[in-house]
């Protein structure tokens, strides 16, 4: 395992132990779970039932060669790249009301990287009642506006990300830049969370 020479051992010892949840791989579950192992993750659980597509390729932390591979398992490969000693537990499954909770059972916190708004409602419903914390999006479609995507705490257990208007639809696509800087948004917040840091 290598280290991250930048972490004290304290901050080591709480990013290696904690259990971070990821429901969704795509443009901002893959690119999240990437900057959460780079920043010294070493247990992740991640969900999804798609395959790598042509489509993904200009946002998502996958490669040519997987195409037609299941995301979670191709995720799981690109992650073991950057740190091959993970604890990477991979749920090939859509995610729903029955099973959301066994899937991230154990989890410290999970990170919300659906595409769809009602997906992103049922976890919220489901986990949020739990008692677990929530790092999620809204709003990261499109070109520019850098700025306006911003880190909200709203409530004890929930933290948003995004300029919590740009959905995707004509004309506003879901493109590689602002995707991943709130992607990376996300993986700050949720090390933030971690290491009892401001957000």
Known sequence: MSANPYLTEDERR???SARVGIAGAGGL?????????RAGVRNLVIADFDVVN???LNRQFYFRRQLGEKKVHALADNLRMIEDDLDVS????????????????GCDIV??????????????????PAGMKVVGASGLAG???????????????LVMV??????????LAPVGPRVTIAA???????AAILLGKEL
């Open 162 to 171: 995004g300029d919590f208007a740009s959905d995707v639809r004509d004309g």
């Open 54 to 56: 042509e489509s993904n």
């Open 111 to 128: 990170v919300e990287a659906f595409d769809s708004a009602e997906s992103k409602r049922m976890l919220l419903e489901r986990l949020l």
């Open 90 to 105: 991979v749920h090939d499954t859509r995610l729903t009301t029955d099973n959301i909770l066994d899937v991230f059972s």
């Open 14 to 16: 709480i990013l290696e």
């Open 143 to 157: 070109w520019g506006r850098s700025n306006e995507i911003r880190t909200r705490r709203i409530g004890r257990n």
């Open 184 to 190: 990376a948004m996300q993986a700050n917040a949720v």
């Open 29 to 37: 579950g893959s690119n999240c779970a990437m900057l959460l192992v």
